[in-house]
């Protein structure tokens, strides 16, 4: 069934396991996301960011995409996530990453997300404040958990690049808990957005603790979410340089790391980047081991915009000549169908060994089952 965030990350604080989120950009990934956390009878938190809204509406500038746009894909995805997860033996939840305006939330809860993350990390404390709480007065009326964000990850972010980092401050965010009202926060502690966040990052697990210590003191019952925490598996790396591609300096975070975290205090654990390189890995080798498809007239175009910028291991800057199947699922053809297996193992590949590793496998039992509305009324009772 479809649940807020909140029910997940309840009991993952409660059992302190951690539980990964994981974005998606196509009909097909969402059911292969769905079905290995079926498999592994784990709850499922599926993101999609504001670009992938605007993408999955199928807008070919994704990255600067209308409130139109968002609506319409938000939508899509929406759909897709309910028509796959509504009767799932796991709850699920569709949460929207990186919200950026109250109107971009509007568009997500219309379209059926039952979690939105506001960031306003970029705004200067007290218009962060104001922002995420305007969030939470519109959101938890329909039983939606709302995600801010306290602290600056270096990296890009949104498209916003930061050079540096600014830790928060655990002081900081409990204040920001009490002043908003919010259910989760994204903290920065030391990792990044992207494939670049340097070899052997060390995460600064201390302000996690801290964190969630403060918070404890003040009664206060929210969760923390560790952003830009891909693993990017050296493996993956290797092999796309290999088949072609240019990725230099690509590292992620220890995986042993972000284990360690989930006992700091961390309950929530985001991860895109290596379902992006699961994926581009898989296409590289399928148009590769299959040099005949490199010339097919519905799936050729992918392998020469993969070819055309090596750099790139984003595929929704290369799967343009079958977005009626991204958007849709619907598959045309035996070309297509042999892509959209490579988009599907890449989620799998990808998302399996995290589930089991932060410990969210064989835990779906313990989440329990309410919906939105049960959720709106304890939100009005508690007045949050
Ligand atoms: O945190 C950002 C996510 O990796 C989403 O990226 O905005 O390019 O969809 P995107
Ligand atoms: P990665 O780029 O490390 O996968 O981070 C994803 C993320 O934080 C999405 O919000
Ligand atoms: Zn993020």
């Known amino acids: 069934m479809l649940v807020p965030m909140r029910a997940i990350l309840e009991a993952a604080d409660q059992h302190r396991y951690g539980q990964a989120a994981f974005n998606m950009n196509s009909v097909g990934q969402i059911e292969a996301a769905i079905r290995i956390h079926e498999l592994l009878r784990s709850g499922a938190i599926l993101q999609g960011a504001e670009a992938s809204n605007a993408y999955m509406s199928g807008a070919q500038d994704f990255m600067h995409g209308t409130i139109e746009q968002k609506q319409a894909g938000a939508k899509v995805i929406g759909d897709a996530v309910k028509k796959y997860g509504a009767d799932s033996i796991v709850p699920v939840a569709l949460h929207l990453d ?8 509007k568009a997500c809860i219309d379209g059926g997300y039952t979690s939105v993350m506001i960031d306003g990390s970029s705004l200067p404390y007290e218009d962060n404040v104001a922002l995420t709480r305007e969030v939470v007065k519109y959101a938890h009326p329909y039983g939606v958990t709302v995600e801010g964000e306290l602290g600056v990850l270096a990296g890009v972010e949104d ?17 920001f808990f009490k002043k908003t009202g919010c259910d989760a926060l994204a903290i920065s502690y030391g990792t990044c957005h992207g494939a670049n966040k340097g070899k052997d990052t060390k995460i600064r697990r201390e302000i996690a603790i801290a964190t969630k ?87 050729g175009a992918i392998w020469k915009a993969m070819r055309a910028n090596p750099k790139n291991f984003d595929p929704r800057n290369y799967l343009w ?4 199947t991204i958007t849709t699922g619907e598959v045309p053809n035996a070309d297509v169908q042999k892509v959209v297996n490579c988009m599907k193992d890449g989620v799998t590949e990808s998302i399996a060994p995290l589930l089991v590793q932060f410990g969210s496998y064989r835990k779906s039992h313990l989440i329990e089952a309410v919906t939105c509305e049960q959720m709106a009324e304890r939100y009005k009772k508690a007045g949050i």
């Not at 990017?232 to 590292?251: H, K, R």
């Not at 992006?276 to 399928?286: G, K």
């Not at 000549?321 to 009626?324: D, R």
Request: glycine share 8%; proline share 3%; with cysteine.
């Open 321 to 324: 000549s079958i977005m009626p």
């Open 213 to 299: 210590e403060c918070m404890m003191h003040e009664g206060i019952s929210g969760f923390l979410v560790s952003h830009g925490s891909s693993t990017v598996p050296q493996e993956y790396v290797q092999q796309i340089n290999a088949m072609g591609g240019d990725l230099q300096n690509a590292f992620g975070i220890d995986v042993n790391q972000l284990v360690d975290v989930t006992r700091c205090g961390i309950n929530k654990i985001n991860v895109d980047t290596d379902i992006r390189l699961a994926c581009t890995r898989n296409l590289m080798e399928l148009f590769i081991g299959s040099p005949e498809l490199q010339e097919s007239e519905t799936v």
């Open 98 to 105: 990186h919200g950026k305006s109250l109107e971009s939330v």
């Open 159 to 175: 498209h916003v690049f930061s050079a540096t980092s600014t830790y928060t401050n655990p002081m900081q965010a409990v204040d």
